[in-house]
């Protein structure tokens, strides 16, 4: 049931857009700087490009000896953990509210505020939250916060991104169809102690339950009734109550995010008093790295950049493959691309290597599932899609699209055109139109963009009724290879009307299998159906790079473990 992250960046996945120039039907002109890293993403390793003189630091850098100030994106300002669903607003909640188990360097979890432990006939898991763990106004967190927590995701109101009815707790349909008060399967064993009971044996849940977020009682539950979650919209930006390193003091929608450090964090009192986030762009985000205004930002990997940010000397870089994918979405509730030849026709059209290559030049990778290759679910044996108009003009034939007297193709009266919504500004959406516009006229399909901010597309792609047939955005994955929110017919995150029977069938027999082994060859079958059905073009997976200022110590990330794990640990070098 796990949510993924929505990445809405060019570092953290392109949300920029273009304006349509050219109709390119053939990759660019690659020179040096594009030639591919040492290295490759089966690399899972982190590699950390040291700052090579720290004595260039900028005079603005130097002077801020209390604050640190990390660059995002724009967030939403869904400050709570039940609710958010950009990778924006995670940081910003991750910087509030701890996890009941942290997640490693491989993906696996430690003790947080507490320890998740599964019972031998894999249908119990207890939580035991550690002695002395408090709330930052000093009173307890207790068990109380953890069920309220589980009430809020459970609620039949609730319209956030988790899919809490997967998990199979017992009593969760009472509860959520408002003929119970109660979980049956939440018990409270104790202030500290708390036992979630499944109906069924359910592997991904340990992730579910234990890299969570409790949110408190004493707080939210003014606002919330059964039956009426959706009201807590109403304190998304004005949280009160704090587990997390950092408390939060000052919000200026579109600008900044000011926080001050929590006494009473369990991990002790962060080592630099204030954090701001700070809203950058792809246009501001180096230049307020070089001139010394941000500590640290995501960048978007390539060797222009890599090359740029070492010359400026004080600046350390941390490259690693993400945990994510790019991918195009089909509105699979359009008539057209409801056959599945006219999906992979669209996929042969797009020439995804030249489009990775112009954005990435040379750190990314094409890929073809919905996996990265730092799972071990991961496989490669699957039909690649190379860039082949032959092949798609030959499926369009077969699926009974003929091409007019203007060259775009026609069935029972209707013309092949597409409807591409393109967020704006946005690096691959700039080099997807630019190579792909020409491409697909030339096998008969009339592709329009629709340039408009992201805030709108993620409105637009919400609805049943949205008038796009096609998108660009990505997917930062968790550590579990369960993809039901995404895939499963009617998931929580599968807005783009996508069923098919047999994912629904391995995404159920995934949940259960306790053999890693064995739950990794369901997912490679299933990702082997995915491949051939194509619910998405999936494009691509890039790698990470968040560039920090030298002065900042103990950033310690990996593809699995955000750089907001450690906030309480960062100290500034005088």
């Not at 400050?79 to 940081?91: G, H, I, T």
């Not at 927590?149 to 169809?177: Q, R, T």
């Not at 968790?478 to 098919?500: L, M, V």
Request: charged share 30%; aromatic share 10%; net charge negative.
């Amino acid at each position: 049931m796990k949510r993924n992250k929505l990445l809405t960046t060019v570092a953290g996945v392109a949300t920029l857009a273009i304006t349509l120039t050219a109709c390119g039907n053939k990759a660019p002109e690659q020179g040096d700087d594009a030639k591919k890293p040492e290295g490759d993403l089966n690399n899972k390793a982190t590699e950390v490009i040291k700052a090579e003189d720290a004595s260039k630091n900028p005079e603005a850098a130097k002077n801020r000896k209390d604050t640190i100030v990390i660059g995002i994106d724009k967030p939403e300002g869904v400050f709570n953990p039940a609710y958010y669903e950009s990778v924006y607003d995670r940081y910003v909640a991750d910087a509030m509210f701890a996890y009941i188990a942290d997640i490693k360097h491989d993906g696996k979890l430690e003790d947080g505020l507490g320890s998740v432990k599964l019972s031998e006939d894999g249908l119990t898991y207890t939580i035991t939250l550690k002695d002395g763990v408090k709330w930052s106004d000093g009173t307890p967190i207790t068990t109380d916060d953890l069920e309220f927590s589980f009430f809020v995701k459970s609620d039949k109101a609730y319209d956030g991104p988790s899919d809490y009815s997967s998990l199979k707790i017992k009593g969760w349909a009472a509860y959520h169809d408002g003929t119970s008060d109660k979980i049956e399967g939440l018990e409270k064993v104790d202030a500290k102690t708390l036992k979630v009971t499944l109906e069924e044996v359910n592997v991904s849940a340990i992730y579910d339950i234990g890299n969570f977020q409790p949110i408190p009682k004493e707080f939210y539950g003014k606002h919330y009734k059964q039956g009426e979650a959706d009201k807590l919209q109403s304190v998304h930006r004005t949280p009160e109550l704090f587990s997390g390193p950092y408390k939060l003091k000052e919000y200026k929608e579109g600008q900044s995010i000011t926080l001050e450090a929590n006494e009473n964090y369990y991990k002790g009192k962060a080592k630099i008093p204030n954090l701001i986030y700070k809203v950058t762009n792809k246009n501001t985000a180096m230049q307020l790295l070089e001139t010394g205004e941000v500590d640290i930002n995501a960048l978007t990997v390539s060797t222009e950049n890599v090359s740029q940010i070492k010359t400026k000397g004080f600046l350390d870089q941390h490259i690693y493959p993400t945990n994510g994918y790019g991918y195009v979405a089909f509105n699979h509730r359009k008539e057209a691309l409801k056959d599945v030849k006219v999906r992979q026709a669209i996929a042969y059209a797009l020439n995804r290597k030249a489009i990775t290559d112009t954005v990435y030049k040379g750190y990314a990778d094409v890929i073809n599932i919905p996996q990265t290759r730092v799972s071990s679910a991961y496989t490669d044996d699957v039909e690649k899609y190379e860039f082949d108009k032959e092949k798609a003009n030959s499926l369009l034939d077969e699926a009974g699209w003929k091409k007019g007297s203007d060259g775009i193709r026609e069935k029972d009266g209707k013309k092949l055109s597409l409807k591409f919504l393109a967020s704006t500004p946005n690096e691959v959406n700039d080099a997807l139109l630019n190579i792909a516009v020409g491409d697909f006229k030339e096998v008969g399909i009339d592709f329009k963009a629709e340039q408009m901010d992201f805030d709108t597309i993620r409105t637009k792609t919400k609805q049943e009724d949205g008038d796009y047939d096609m998108y660009f955005m990505a997917w930062g994955l968790t550590p579990d290879p369960d993809s039901s929110t995404i895939f499963k017919t009617g998931g929580s995150q599968n807005k783009i009307g996508y069923s098919n029977a047999k994912v629904d069938e391995f995404l159920t027999k995934g949940l259960k299998a306790t053999n890693q082994a064995d739950r990794d060859k369901i997912y490679q079958d299933m990702y082997k159906e995915l491949n051939k059905d194509l619910p998405y073009i999936f494009v691509y997976q890039r790698r990470d790079m968040w560039v920090v200022n030298s002065r900042i110590k103990n950033v310690d990330v990996s593809p699995y473990r955000e750089f907001t794990t450690d906030l309480a640990k960062y100290e500034i070098e005088q």
